[in-house]
Nanobody
């Protein structure tokens, strides 16, 4: 499985972005897909997950501003980010876990495959 993240950029506080993560493989619908981020000098942290059955959960820091979604016809998962804050500045990674069901995997070591990351920089 190969994951290609895109959509990052330099934006101003309050702006919106939509990150995309395109996955290879014919069984994308059976993957749980997660987004993580890593800010400079910090450990990678969980952001959001969408299960194969489209159940979602979010980190507390992003609830109400971030929305994860998936389009199985395009083998793509999205992360809509609204009301960006300077503390959202990070490299954002998508990850795939080859599992179906509704378990919500929030630990990065649970995931099987990772994309290369896309940089989001928010200026205040």
């Amino acid at each position: 499985v190969q994951l290609q993240a895109s959509g990052g950029g330099l934006v101003q506080a309050g702006d919106s972005l939509r990150l995309s993560c395109a996955a290879s493989g014919r069984t994308f619908s059976g993957y749980a897909m997660g987004w993580f981020r890593q800010a400079p000098g910090k450990e990678r942290e969980f952001v959001a997950i969408i299960t194969s059955r489209s159940v979602t959960t979010y980190a507390d820091a992003v609830k109400g501003r971030f929305t994860i979604s998936r389009d199985n016809t395009k083998n793509t998962v999205y992360l809509q980010i609204n009301s960006l804050k300077s503390e959202d500045t990070a490299v954002y990674y998508c990850a795939a876990k080859i599992v179906s069901g509704n378990h919500l995997y929030t630990a990065d070591q649970s995931y099987d495959y990772w994309g290369q990351g896309t940089q989001v920089t928010v200026s205040s």
